[in-house]
Nanobody
């Protein structure tokens, strides 16, 4: 079992930055992929970034590549968000899931989800 709690969201001006945190408790995060998704009103949940359990390459959505960075420190996952745009406004969710044949860019392989944190970018 894994419990995930996001924090760090809020109101930020366009061009600014914010750092989201996802604190995990319960089982170890070893052997789990950790990801960030976001969802705006009336839209599907959208993949943002994933950091695999094994040492390797993190994957980013094209829309955030070069602006966002995902990292891990002990039992906390972070999403550093820079050069924010109004289009980044959404509820951001942390997710964890085991290795599977499903694409990590979709919500399907993730077993555990946080409650989300709102990020609003104003201009």
């Amino acid at each position: 079992q894994v419990q995930l709690v996001e924090s760090g969201g809020g109101l930020v001006q366009a061009g600014g930055s914010v750092r989201l945190s996802c604190k995990a408790s319960g089982r170890t995060l070893r052997f789990l992929n950790m990801a960030w998704f976001r969802q705006a009103p009336g839209k599907e949940r959208e993949f943002v970034a994933v950091i695999p359990w094994s040492a390797g390459t993190s994957v980013y959505a094209d829309s955030v590549k070069g602006r966002f960075t995902v990292s891990r420190d002990d039992n906390t996952i972070y999403l550093q968000m820079g050069s924010l745009e109004p289009e980044d406004t959404a509820v951001y969710y942390c997710a964890a899931g085991p290795i599977s044949t499903l694409s990590v860019r979709t919500p399907r392989p993730y077993t555990y989800w946080g409650q989300g944190t709102q990020v609003t970018v104003s201009s």
